[in-house]
């Protein structure tokens, strides 16, 4: 079981820190769709960047490590229970490296266990068959991506798209409108696994389970294979693009399976995923432990070279580019438009959930005046001296602290939020009225973010967690995308606004 352990430690490592190479391939297809210049072609090129700085660093890809997921199979007489006991270690050491963010939360007192295990985490799914080695899959899935699954009840009514029928038609406005409804929250452009039929659950269950098909292999369904290559050729006519800013590339991916229902319901359920599609497999020797083989690695692994620099160089024939430093004035935030391209040295504050609710009820331990909060979950790494070390943080998704965000700004004068998704009206009307701005920086790039923290000076409320704490770093050329400005203009509202224009094209039937 020693050496079961280590190969489960490998897989857990290689999962979080390696990109597999067909996910690779789509996401440098993706990238030369892109026109040099724009915002998308800024993102993937720092998307792209960072999955090599993850690669070479042997550290997470995205700060996010989600809900480790195992899909196990084992030969007929192997213990599963000795299997799961190998796994929890694996991960607690995985954990304890910074291979992992501590993500496992009881979820009535808040509390992190601080290893990844807990009540249901990590999730270890079983299937006996009659081969002679263990199938291990893992795949490691962010919330912000998970927020954006969604599960449709047909016939039902669609936005832009009207009455989706009890049929191959229904399904396909169901998959359209998976694709609108996720923006560019789920850290766009992504992947979609989709379950036809089943219960509430079994329907998911099914959708996830397409996420372990290759990116590049064909259904052996007809009708299934038809209907993945129309969703392929049209879901990036809806134009929402990497990060939601608008560009050719929206989806890099979309499978499909099906189960047999029950008459008197029909669920199509999607399980979408970031560009940031962490999931490997190892065929394992059940004698030794060893691996045997590793999954969805055949063929060409493409190397990214550092192009980020010279992507936000293009961008600034588009863009207007400032630099900020903290305090910043409400009038330098007040000159600033969206798709001017920020970049930020010297201080600023990480915030997510618990601080945003924390700061509703009392008072700031530092001074937020004139500062810029980080909506960041990092993950920490500490040396024996007690110096902490940033090893992953990328941004967050916005939109969760909707609730608090535009009181908060005005409450202690904090004057930019960098995030991701973008936020709603309540915090637009509040960067108008108090003279606040949004800026959004490229989800999953958690390696090129934490590069850019130069140290680390501090942190307070550390009782909430270390991705929940309130770190103070100190960063240079942090380079982030105004989207939401103080003149009430939102690229997050424009863009939702015509890409529900353009889902109105693909209202009439295609399959009948
Ligand atoms: S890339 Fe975005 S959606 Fe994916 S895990 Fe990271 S933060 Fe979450």
Not at 82 to 109: F, G, W
Not at 365 to 371: E, I, M, S
Not at 439 to 459: H, R, S
Request: some cysteine; hydrophobic content about 35%; charged content about 25%.
């Amino acid at each position: 079981m020693e050496t079961f352990q280590e190969s489960m430690y490998q897989l857990i490592v290689e999962t979080s820190t390696n990109l597999p190479k067909d996910v690779r391939r789509a996401v440098k297809k993706a990238k030369q769709s892109e026109s040099a210049g724009t915002r998308a072609a800024m993102s993937l090129g720092t998307i792209t960047n960072n999955i090599q700085m993850a690669d070479e660093n042997i550290s997470p890809i995205c700060q996010d490590t989600g809900l480790p997921t195992f899909k196990i199979k084992t030969p007929v007489g192997v213990n599963q229970i000795k299997i799961k006991e190998a796994i929890y270690n694996a991960i607690a050491q995985a954990t304890k490296d910074t291979k992992l963010r501590p993500n496992s939360v009881d979820s009535l007192t808040g509390k992190n266990s601080g290893d990844n295990l807990g009540g249901g985490t990590p999730v270890i799914k079983f299937d006996q068959w009659e081969n002679d080695y263990i199938d291990v899959r893992l795949i490691l899935k962010g919330g912000g991506c998970e927020n954006k699954n969604i599960q449709y009840s047909l016939p039902c009514e669609l936005d832009g798209l009207g009455r989706a029928g009890r049929d191959l038609d229904g399904i396909r406005k169901c998959i359209l409108h998976s694709v609108y409804q996720a923006q560019g929250q789920g850290c766009s452009a992504g992947f979609i696994g989709v379950g036809i039929g089943g219960d509430r659950s079994s329907g998911y269950d099914l959708a996830k389970e397409q996420l372990f098909r290759s990116v590049e292999d064909v259904n052996p369904h007809e009708d299934l294979r038809k209907l993945e290559e129309y969703i392929m050729d049209n879901a990036n006519k809806l134009g929402i693009g990497t990060m939601g800013f608008g560009g050719e590339t929206t989806l890099l991916g979309c499978k499909v399976g099906v189960m047999n229902r029950i008459p008197a319901s029909f669920f199509v359920s999607v399980a979408y995923n970031c560009w940031a599609f962490r999931r490997l497999g190892v065929k394992v020797n059940p004698e030794t432990g060893d691996i045997q083989e590793w999954l969805y690695q055949d063929g060409e692994k493409v190397e990214f070279a550092n192009e980020a620099e010279n992507e936000v160089a293009a961008s600034k024939e588009e863009s207007n580019v400032v630099t900020l430093t903290a305090p910043i004035t409400e009038e330098q935030i007040r000159e600033l438009k969206v798709g001017d391209v920020v970049r930020i040295d010297g201080r600023m504050y990480t915030g997510r959930d618990a601080i945003h609710k924390y700061l509703t009820d009392h008072d700031a331990p530092v001074d937020l005046n004139g500062q810029v909060i980080y909506h960041c979950g990092p993950v920490m790494a500490k040396d024996e001296e007690g110096n902490w070390t940033v090893k992953a943080a990328g941004p967050t998704t916005s939109i969760r602290e909707e609730p608090y965000q535009g009181d908060i700004m005005k409450k202690f004068g904090i004057r930019a939020v960098i995030g991701k998704g973008g936020m709603g009206p309540k915090t637009l009307a509040a960067l108008q009225e108090h003279g606040g701005v949004y800026l959004n920086a490229i989800g999953g790039a958690a390696q090129y973010y934490a590069d850019c923290i130069k140290k680390v000076d501090g942190v307070d409320l550390t009782e909430f967690g270390i991705p929940e704490a309130m770190w103070h770093l100190n960063v240079e050329g942090f380079t982030a995308v105004v989207t939401m400005d103080s003149h009430g203009n939102s690229l997050h509202a424009d863009v939702d606004k015509s890409s529900l224009e353009k889902l109105a094209q693909f209202k009439e039937p295609v399959f009948k």
